[in-house]
């Protein structure tokens, strides 16, 4: 929430692999069981900048601060 720039994709980390989350029409990312969640995020805006997300384990239905910020293009 309230990135200076568009978020393009989000990530999540699952053993060695990155999975991406598929984006809804509402505009969450979510995951439809819940399986791929659980270990490091990495979101990417729309200029290519990623941010690893460390520390927050997922909640149902809680938006959760992540404390990274994109540089604004």
Not at 16 to 22: A, I, K
Not at 51 to 64: E, F, K, S, Y
């Amino acid at each position: 929430m309230d990135h200076p720039n568009p978020v393009a994709t989000l990530e999540v980390r699952t053993a060695d692999v990155r999975q991406q989350l598929p984006r809804t029409d509402y505009d969450y990312f979510l995951s439809a069981d819940g399986s791929e969640c659980g270990g490091a995020f990495r979101i990417t805006d729309i200029y290519g900048e990623r941010l690893p997300i460390t520390g927050i384990a997922p909640r149902p239905n809680l938006a959760q601060p992540t404390g990274v910020q994109f540089p604004r293009h």
